[in-house]
């Protein structure tokens, strides 16, 4: 799912890391959905590892209030994933 450039995030390493981390939680779900037990467990593991570091560098980038607002946002089918399996 690519990162819209109107949304006006100026960090590129974030942007990079919210696209990875959109993408490991669609490889979450897949693993999940497909039995994979074990696959899935790791990669929930590595899920909740680059959600917790995409939140740690809002915080220590300075971005707008706006900007984190619209990272938070763009975050939200990760958090809705951890916290069906509750991870956090």
């Given amino acids: 799912m690519p990162f819209p450039p109107e949304l006006g995030i100026a960090d590129s390493s ?3 890391e919210v696209k990875s981390c959109l993408d490991l939680a669609r490889w979450t779900q897949t693993a999940v959905a497909s039995g994979e037990r074990l696959a899935a467990a790791r990669s929930a593991v590595e899920l909740v590892k680059a959600y917790d570091r995409v939140l740690e560098n809002i915080r220590l980038v300075p971005l707008s209030v706006p900007e984190q ?10 958090t809705e994933l951890l916290r069906k399996y509750r991870l956090r």
């Fill in 14 to 16: 974030i942007r990079d």
């Fill in 69 to 78: 607002q619209c990272v938070r946002d763009r975050l939200t089918p990760v």
